[in-house]
């Protein structure tokens, strides 16, 4: 299928900036460009009944969090009794990304899911490598189930998600916690997830230069994150390497035709799957990574949050 009209009309907008690369350009200013571009286009003015800032105490210091609420469930504990949660962890290759820049994504997810949303602010390399990301997901995951009742929550309706390198996280947590028992997700929502670092694909070669996310960067990211020494085989760096998928929760798993990340998430689905776990695949053949931060450029970017915030509730609803 042909790339969407649109989205190539942008990568050609796009190009036709002269900026320098994020392989050229200190961390900062990779955190600054990103954050510039999703206010740009990321969703306005979405509605929510509730937003409350709090940290959640981690291995490294306090970890920001910001919790949203949809209109209908504006207090603290809604009427109808603790609502279904997801725990989001945004991307941005483990360099970039934070609250604000996916404030208006996670908003969304509220809104159109009828659920709480909470993100996690985990930290960042280079300044923190891994597994400082990882270690901060997994804690905030933790604490907000130990402590569901008071954040309004349903401990038994609990989902995890993040796009791109928040995918990764989530994937990796839910196996995690899956070894470790105690808490118990219901649901995970991997959009756009980067599942092994230091593979090949045939999408990684096809896509590696001119569709939004380069081959490169994710490279270069990937060197900023990891030590040296790190085995990239782990499956607490590469998900996807994993020997054992059975009794993970169900998922949900969002995917771009023109993605250098395509393969490897469509593999991670397949695992799960092959693995008897139920999956719901959403392949938008005509789109680039991430597209669904495109949501002023793009209808289809809102649709697809869309689609994706009423599964994770209709899977929640039916935990």
Not at 149 to 165: E, M
Not at 186 to 209: K, R, Y
Not at 270 to 291: Q, S
């Amino acid at each position: 299928m042909p790339l969407d009209p649109l989205v190539k009309a942008f990568l050609d907008r796009a190009a036709a900036i002269p900026r320098p690369k994020d392989w050229d350009v200190p961390p900062v200013i990779t955190r600054q460009s990103f954050a510039a571009m999703l206010g740009l286009t990321a969703p306005r003015d979405v509605a929510v009944g509730k937003v409350d800032n709090f940290t959640i105490p981690g291995p490294g210091g306090d970890i920001r969090a910001r919790s949203y609420a949809p209109v209908a469930a504006s207090g603290p504990m809604p009427a109808s009794g603790p609502m279904p949660g997801l725990i989001y962890f945004h991307g941005g290759g483990f360099v970039a990304g934070s609250l604000e820049s996916h404030d208006g994504l996670c908003r969304l997810l509220a809104s159109e899911g009828g659920l709480k949303v909470i993100a996690v602010d985990y930290r960042l390399a280079p300044e923190h490598v891994f597994p400082a990301a990882l270690d901060d997901a997994l804690a905030s995951v933790q604490w907000i189930e130990a402590n569901a009742t008071a954040l309004g929550l349903d401990a038994g309706r609990l989902a995890v998600g993040g796009d791109s390198a928040g995918a990764m996280l989530a994937a990796i947590v839910t196996q995690l916690l899956r070894d470790k028992g105690g808490v118990k997700l219901a649901f995970q929502l991997l959009m756009f997830p980067n599942t092994q670092i230091g593979g090949d694909t045939s999408s990684l070669n096809e896509f590696a230069v001119g569709y939004f996310l380069e081959r490169r960067a994710i490279e270069y990211f990937h060197s900023l994150y990891l030590p040296a020494d790190t085995d990239r085989n782990s499956p607490k760096v590469s998900p996807l390497r994993a020997r054992d998928f059975t009794s993970l929760p169900p998922a949900y798993v969002m995917l771009a035709g023109y993605d250098p990340l395509h393969d490897e998430g469509l593999a991670y689905a397949e695992k799960l799957r092959g693995a008897g776990v139920k999956v719901t695949i959403a392949d938008y053949a005509d789109m680039v990574h991430c597209f669904i931060y495109l949501q002023t450029v793009l209808p289809q970017a809102h649709d697809a949050i869309s689609r994706a915030a009423r599964a994770v509730r209709e899977a929640l609803d039916a935990a």
